[in-house]
T-cell receptor, first 113, second 114 residues
Framework: DGGITQSPKYLFRKEGQNVTLSCEQN?????MYWYRQDPGQGLRLIYY???????QKGDIAEGYSVSREKKESFPLTVTSAQKNPTAFYLC????????????FGSGTRLTVV | KQEVTQIPAALSVPEGENLVLNCSFT??????LQWFRQDPGKGLTSLLL?????REQTSGRLNASLDKSSGRSTLYIAASQPGDSATYLC?????????????FGGGTRVLVKP
């Protein structure tokens, strides 16, 4: 079955650490996205990528970094510069024209300990 | 800047009643609109996708309408069941030079009481 796989499901970060969240898709989608979800604030766009080796900042990119070396993969690194990283992170993908809508992964819950 | 609003933020109904969820957006130049369902601690499941040229989409007990000129979409769920309890999110897609982007509403949390 085609879909998006996010791992790990739960992640704990110590102060000052960088952590990387994985997102892999086998839908042959061109575009991939990272969203952050906080209680009462809805989903906010962190980064997105329309093609391999290219990506753009979303609305809340500070403290995050991404790479897009393969079409199937779009990992997100939460750096120590992100002061409030505790949140639910969702990865999504779509065809470049979004004709068929967006498909989301099951999410990663990141907690600072 | 596109803004998406969902009213009400929460809704509680007895089982069997029809559900009506509202979504409004400020910029009518959308590419499509998508309704999602989210269960607690889970990802988003796509329910219906309406292209900008369409007026409605139906899937089983779900029906979504789109009125671009007034910036509104409505999701109807007929004969609600306790299993319909979840948060429902609407999102609009806009195509820009840098690529397509999805803007979400804040969601409507639905509780269907047995």
């Amino acid at each position: 079955d085609g879909g998006i796989t996010q791992s790990p499901k739960y992640l704990f970060r110590k102060e000052g650490q960088n952590v990387t969240l994985s997102c892999e898709q086998n839908l042959n989608h061109d575009a991939m996205y990272w969203y952050r979800q906080d209680p009462g604030q809805g989903l906010r766009l962190i980064y997105y990528s329309q093609i391999v080796n290219d990506f753009q900042k979303g609305d809340i990119a500070e403290g995050y970094s991404v790479s897009r070396e393969k079409k199937e993969s779009f990992p997100l690194t939460v750096t120590s510069a992100q002061k409030n990283p505790t949140a639910f992170y969702l990865c999504a993908s779509s065809m470049q024209t979004a004709n068929y809508g967006y498909t989301f992964g099951s999410g990663t819950r990141l907690t600072v300990v | 800047k596109q803004e998406v609003t969902q009213i009400p933020a929460a809704l509680s109904v007895p089982e069997g009643e029809n559900l009506v969820l509202n979504c409004s957006f400020t910029d009518s130049a959308i590419y499509n609109l998508q309704w999602f369902r989210q269960d607690p601690g889970k990802g988003l499941t796509s329910l219906l996708l309406i292209q900008s040229s369409q007026r409605e989409q139906t899937s089983g007990r779900l029906n979504a309408s789109l009125d671009k000129s007034s910036g509104r979409s409505t999701l109807y769920i007929a004969a609600s069941q306790p299993g319909d309890s979840a948060t429902y999110l609407c999102a609009v897609a806009v195509i820009k030079a840098a690529g397509n982007k999805l803007t979400f509403g804040g969601g409507t949390r639905v509780l269907v009481k047995p």
